[in-house]
């Protein structure tokens, strides 16, 4: 179908999309953690795009960084000392890890970029929290303000709210494809919509989620029946690892990371005002690894595994990633007390040593077919 | 290699293992058999806090670091990693949790179990994940602080009040769960004790580094990272302070009478992060080359002065402005400051393979370093308590080449 290379399309000339945005006159900004919250920077005519990496060497980066750090952040790195993002207009960051924290350093340092914003974001969701929180994407929202040369109204945030909710709204019912057998759409598929959606205007993604919708259910070659599985990790920005595990086998109709439901699973409450509501949702969404709520954050995963009928998990732990890698084994435990056989891979952004990673993934789904 | 001069070495840090650390552990099995609640406790969090409240702080990290020195923390990281654990996380947090599953004998009959554990998110990722993870596997509740990130590295004076007000509500909320868990009231009286105490210790502790400006330097790192040991685990206590004020008066008369660790000094130099704990002879092998460390980062890390008729807001801007918390300005603003006041000629800024917070970084302060002040820094791949990856021969030959840098640099070169 078509459909699906225009999202692709999206990813490959998302550089040049930007660029064209900014011939406009208008700004772009990138952010890179999840508890970004988009809408005030939509709310500000600004275009807020997700800074990926890329499959690349990362030497001009390396020159900065030793060995045990990151990969992704790396990544994402060494394209900004490369010009890929010489268009931003901004970078804003969250305080989301130690990684994203101290290369944060290596941006203000060696990047150059007209403005560089950090929101705090705390690991807890208590009220203080929550209010600790609402002021710092006050702040946020004022220095954008300045950057953009623009005042958010209250109008401009209801709207981008809602046109934010709208996208969820639709990912979540592009990923209930999934909950068919076989699966309507494939895991690869999935993953380049919700990378396809991190960086284009949501207006213009959300016309193609409904294009998508209404044309899906006469699809002529849906993928192929395969084990039915969940994957979890923290960010995956390209495709290649999912296309191994479907070439040998593997059908993935689930995810608990950061670029998959994580992203996009909680709504911003339409009713309230629209900057403690836009505060809160990002606070005390589905958490990620670095917040405080590891039950919650177990809780999500084994949900998604239940009601998407997962046969089999598999976690990717990107190398040099803490938090994950502290969450791994006890993840492992919990998948392995509903009855879930587990995999358990790390794996360099770069994706160096696939060959051996491509082994692994193979016996592990030839086991679990085994089982059956 | 020639050891250092037994003559040398500083009276107050002797035995320093036998003397205290091994009575340290004692005094906590001893506590717990008698019912005093055992914490453990992660770095960075008050323990000034805990003490008021009679209980009895534990420190994994320390656990660690001495098991490094008995040269057992390789087993135990390893069967940290036979239960799933990554090789590439923190080896004190290895240690740690192949501890808790070693069935054989372990130094000091291990850690007493905890009551519950305190842990704030202040230094790294690593304290709060690895803590999750013992509460989890040991059923105990885990008590957490919340602290914002201190990302113009501002010091005790300039940090955001947002900051201080969000860490000082936490406390008085963390105050509240622990008074239900201990059932122990916390004394307003005794905590202002407590923080006098405790500001006495960083106090003298700050006057000892003063001393060590003296060329020939009386005190070396090796005595440093002994001796930090009451700064880290206990310094709202009369033992603390007992300690400090000897090794204080120690150090002050070597100063005056010019008795320097090592007859010959040549360079001085800072060390930044975690020294080898497997292997602290490394300190020796410097001086039998005419190097001595005169300050280390460490040792400016857990100080803090505390004003007692404000304590909790003294404790909130004391680990706020910790460093570990703080962009990479504000350690390269204290590196500077030490290079100036000690006379330094180089620097050695070990990374540290488990930990992001020491490794990522140290390009930045060796450039803007050099390039400010003219001062040259050695960056070493060092593990604090993982040696299977410390390639002693490399980095032995990479300090001797540094040295040579540094003396080139003194003969006008």
């Known amino acids: ?154 109008a401009a945030l209801n709207r981008a709210i809602q046109v934010y909710n709208d996208n969820r709204l639709l990912l979540k019912r592009v990923y209930d494809l999934r909950k068919m057998q076989p699966p309507l759409i494939s895991g690869v598929e999935a993953l380049e919509i919700v990378l396809s959606s991190m960086v284009t205007l949501k207006e213009k993604h959300n016309d193609l989620l409904n294009r998508l919708l209404a044309e899906i259910p006469n699809r002529v070659n849906p993928p192929k029946r395969g084990v039915r599985l969940l994957v979890s990790g923290s960010v995956m920005d390209n495709t290649e690892l999912l296309k191994i595990v479907e070439s040998v086998g593997g059908s993935v109709v689930a995810d608990d990371w950061c670029t998959g439901s994580r992203y996009f699973w909680n709504l911003v409450d339409s009713g309230s005002d ?38 089999a998990a598999i976690i990717f732990v990107l190398k040099f990633c803490d938090t994950h890698m502290f969450d791994a084994p006890q993840l492992m435990e919990v998948l392995k007390d509903i009855g879930l056989p587990v995999l358990c891979l790390e794996w360099e952004h770069s994706l160096s040593g696939m060959a051996q990673v491509k082994t692994r993934i193979e016996a592990f789904i030839e086991m679990v077919s085994g089982v059956e | 290699m020639t050891e250092l001069k037994l003559e040398r070495r500083l009276q107050a840090t002797r035995g320093f293992y036998r003397n205290f650390v091994k009575e340290f552990y004692r005094d906590a099995h001893k506590a717990k058999a008698e019912g005093t609640p055992v914490a453990w406790v992660a770095s960075t969090f008050p323990v000034e806090i805990l003490l008021a409240m009679d209980v009895f702080p534990v420190w994994p990290e320390n656990y660690a670091s001495l098991c490094a020195a008995k040269r057992v923390s390789v087993k135990l990281c390893e069967l940290a990693e036979s239960k799933g654990f990554s090789k590439d996380i923190c ?134 990272f002994s001796a930090v040991f009451f700064m880290l685990s206990i310094p709202g206590t009369q033992m603390a302070v007992n300690f400090y004020e000897k090794l204080c008066n120690e150090v002050k008369e070597r100063a005056e009478n010019k008795f320097g660790v090592i007859e010959n000094e040549i360079y001085r130099l800072v060390w930044d992060n975690l020294p080898p704990w497997f292997d602290l002879r490394f300190f020796n092998y410097l001086n039998s080359l005419g190097a001595v460390v005169v300050a280390e980062t460490f040792s400016h890390v857990w100080t803090g002065r505390l004003d007692p008729s404000k304590p909790l807001e003294s404790l909130a801007k004391k680990y706020l402005s910790n460093f570990a918390n703080c962009s990479i300005d504000r350690k390269i603003n204290l590196i500077q400051n030490l290079v100036e006041e000690f006379e330094v000629d180089g620097i050695i800024l070990p990374t540290n393979w488990g930990c992001r917070m020491m490794s990522i970084g140290e390009t930045i302060v060796k450039e803007t370093v050099y390039n400010k002040l003219g001062v040259p820094s050695l960056i070493l791949d060092i593990d604090s308590s993982d040696w299977r990856s410390y390639n002693e021969t490399q980095v032995k030959k990479n300090v001797e080449i540094f040295l040579q840098v540094l003396s080139g640099k003194k003969q006008g070169g």
């Open chain 2, 91 to 224: 080896s004190y947090a290895k240690c740690v949790v192949g501890s808790l599953f070693e069935r054989g004998d372990l130094p000091e009959r291990g850690m007493p179990k905890p009551d519950f554990l305190v842990a704030s998110t202040c230094a790294c990722d690593t304290h709060f994940k690895w803590f999750q993870f013992i509460s989890r596997h040991l059923k105990v509740p885990l008590f957490l602080l919340d602290v914002p990130y201190n990302i113009l590295g501002a010091d005790s004076e300039h940090l955001e009040r947002t900051h201080i007000e969000f860490y000082i509500s936490q406390l008085e909320e963390l105050i509240d769960s622990l008074e239900k868990q201990t059932n122990v009231v916390l004394e307003r009286d005794k905590l202002r004790e407590k923080i006098m105490l405790s500001d006495r210790t960083s106090q003298l502790w700050e006057e000892i580094q003063k001393y060590r400006k003296t060329t020939p330097t009386p005190m070396d790192a090796r005595d440093a």
């Open chain 1, 274 to 311: 629209p900057l403690v509501a836009i505060a809160r949702r990002y606070l005390g969404k589905i958490p990620s690894s670095f917040m405080l709520e590891q039950k919650e954050r177990f809780g999500h995963t084994i949900k998604i595994a239940k009601q998407r009928d997962v046969e």
């Open chain 1, 1 to 154: 179908m078509n459909i699906f290379s225009s999202f692709r399309d999206l990813l490959s000339t998302r550089h040049e999309v930007a660029k064209n945005w900014k011939a406009k006159g208008k700004h772009v900004i990138g952010w890179s953690c999840t508890y970004t919250p988009e809408e005030l920077i939509h709310a500000a005519d600004a275009l807020p795009v997700m800074v990926f990496g890329s499959l690349e060497s990362t030497k001009l980066a390396d020159v900065h960084l030793p060995i045990n750090v990151c990969s992704f952040s790396r990544s994402c790195f060494n394209s900004a000392l490369k010009g890929d993002y010489d268009y931003l207009d901004g970078f804003v960051t969250s305080s989301s890890c130690d990684n994203r924290n101290k290369i944060f350093d290596m941006w203000r340092y060696y990047v150059r970029i007209p403005y560089l914003h950090f929101i705090n974001t705390p690991r807890s969701t208590t009220e203080l929290a929550h209010d600790f929180f609402y002021a710092e994407i006050s702040r946020f929202k004022t220095s954008l303000e300045e950057i953009c040369r623009k005042t958010i109204s209250t």
